[in-house]
């Protein structure tokens, strides 16, 4: 199993409607979880974060973490054009001195 | 002012060459890493260092070495360039090690032909 999976995509979602993005992770013992945006040809950049199992929101986007479920999600209500990007979500593993990503998901906001 | 800087931006050489990637931040973070990205778009920790120490060293090909002259700065050399070696390499850095949100430079696209 690999440490943290997401599913690669494209996610076709349109304008306006909720994007629901998910990662699983298998280190049980993992204690934060990071969702970073990658646009086309850019470096990666960090959108949330989220320590404690619930939800938390910031604007549009809401993380969602299960820890007994181990998966993490990452939810954007009225997703926009500008939202279309690749969405890698990072866990800490390894003695939490490194961050593994998952294979990022591709979405794509149709106008 | 940029945060993470990576020197050359585009890097495209012919195999068996040696090469150098030059990296800086100015966030004043105590640790700095080397990610490859490959087509596919997987980002891969290839190395590590927190103040100039080599903490974590991913099962690379010994043609990749790391330097860390201070904290603030991170190079990677390598040597005998090989046509698998082609992606784009992030620098990138954080506060502590493995917790904490990481800052990634703009990438180096290296083109091995």
């Known amino acids: 199993q690999k440490e943290v999976e997401q599913n690669s995509g494209p996610l076709s979602v349109p304008e306006g409607a909720i994007a629901s993005l998910n990662c699983t992770y298998s280190?049980?013992?993992?204690?934060?979880f990071f969702w970073y945006r990658q646009y086309s040809g850019k470096s990666p950049e960090l959108i949330m974060f989220i320590y404690s199992n619930g939800d938390k929101e910031d604007g549009r986007f809401t993380a969602q973490l299960n820890k007994a479920s181990q998966y993490v999600s990452l939810l954007i209500r009225d997703s926009q054009p500008s939202d279309s990007a690749t969405y890698l979500c990072?866990?800490?593993?390894?003695?939490?001195?490194?961050?593994?990503f998952g294979t990022g998901t591709k979405l794509q906001v149709i106008p | 002012d940029t945060a993470v800087s990576q020197t050359p931006k585009y890097l495209v050489t012919q195999m068996g060459n040696d090469k150098s990637i030059k990296c800086e931040q100015n966030?004043?973070?105590?640790?700095m890493y080397w990610y490859k990205q490959d087509s596919k778009k997987f980002l891969k920790i290839m190395f590590s260092y927190n103040n100039k120490e080599l903490i974590i060293n991913e099962t690379v090909p010994n043609r990749f070495s790391p330097k860390s002259p201070d904290k603030a700065h991170l190079n990677l050399h390598i040597n005998s360039l090989e046509l698998g070696d082609s992606a784009v390499y992030f620098c990138a850095s954080s506060p502590l090690a493995g917790e904490n949100e990481q800052f990634f430079g703009p990438g180096t696209r290296l083109t091995v032909l």
């Open positions: 966030l004043g973070h105590d640790t």
């Open positions: 990072a866990v800490p593993s390894g003695g939490y001195q490194k961050v593994t």
């Open positions: 280190d049980r013992g993992s204690q934060s």
